[in-house]
């Protein structure tokens, strides 16, 4: 049987930032990514029903050549498995299938790297959003962020040494947000020791008029995150949104690339699930009204 489709409504933007030479960024929506080869396609907007929608963001490491190229290969290897993912079904599917992305990825990178003689890595952000729950994942410090009425929670979780000195109570974390190790990864696409690469992982019940952000750290190092929540908060369409926020971490001055991918939940599948019901109880009302007519005639 067939799962219940969920409308988001969606929008994806990436701009260079203010210091960086090219945009070494990618984002994913649903099959769509940006493709540095052929055509780069700075904005994306859509509404789509989908049984399960797999957004990303992937940020391709500063100080590193070809960063660019880790991070499509990040969502080219996300494309690669656009049948699987959407056999997703429960938390347990979505860990077993996005594991097997990101080992799949990261395989790739480090294959492309020892071809070229240049270590290359990136970040991962994911979210597969089905009818039922939201499931998150990443590896890196793009974050992942999930407002509904009730607040804002952060989903991700950075994979930086500055967050694991918080871990170990060696540093606060204000502290860490000002440390020299704030951005220095310790898990990413592209690692060769293999055995440390767990992307950080949650799971989270979704429902009609929540919203998710998934940002590169051009946007979070500018912006706190009372100025991310102002910005979700708002009823306009989430391409105004996405803009305002790109425009935001510009003003605040940042230097890095800035991606933004940003989904509102416009139907989280309860009119379908409703539908279904209605014609099931339909079926049975048809089915006793023909039995009870059938016992009628015999007698």
Do not use: W
């Not at 049987?1 to 945009?23: F, S």
């Amino acid at each position: 049987m067939k799962g219940i489709p969920i409308t988001l409504e969606i929008a994806a933007v990436t701009d260079i930032g203010q210091r960086r030479m090219r945009n070494e960024d990618n984002f994913f929506v649903n099959g769509a990514f940006i493709d540095h080869y052929k055509v780069t396609a700075e904005k994306f907007e859509s509404v789509d029903a989908e049984e399960v929608h797999v957004l990303a963001v992937c940020d391709g490491m500063g100080g590193q050549p070809n960063g660019d190229v880790a991070a499509m290969m990040g969502v080219t290897t996300l494309s690669d498995f656009s049948e699987e993912l959407q056999k997703i079904r429960t938390f347990d599917d979505a860990s077993y299938i996005a594991n097997r992305v990101v080992r799949a990825a990261n395989d790739r990178i480090i294959k492309r790297s020892k071809k070229l003689g240049k270590k290359m890595g990136s970040t991962f952000a994911m979210l597969a959003v089905t009818s039922k729950f939201l499931y998150a994942c990443n590896l890196g410090d793009s974050e992942i962020y999930h407002k509904n009425r009730y607040g804002m929670e952060r989903l991700s979780k950075p994979q930086t040494f500055a967050q694991e000195l918080v871990d170990r109570g060696a540093i606060s974390q204000s502290q860490a947000s000002v440390s020299f190790a704030r951005n220095q990864l310790s898990k990413y696409l592209g690692m060769e020791n293999t055995k440390g690469l767990k992307p950080n992982e949650c799971c989270v019940e979704i429902h009609t008029g929540d919203i998710m952000l998934i940002c590169s750290d051009g946007v979070t190092d500018a912006l706190p995150s009372h100025s991310i929540y102002a910005s979700l908060s708002s009823s306009r369409p989430v391409k105004e949104i996405a803009d305002t926020i790109v425009e935001k971490a510009l003003r605040k001055g940042s230097g890095d690339n800035i991606t933004v991918v940003i989904a509102r939940v416009a139907d989280d599948g309860s009119s379908a699930r409703l539908g279904r019901m209605v014609g099931l109880a339909l079926g049975i009302t048809a089915g006793v009204v023909l039995l009870a007519a059938l016992l009628m005639a015999l007698l």
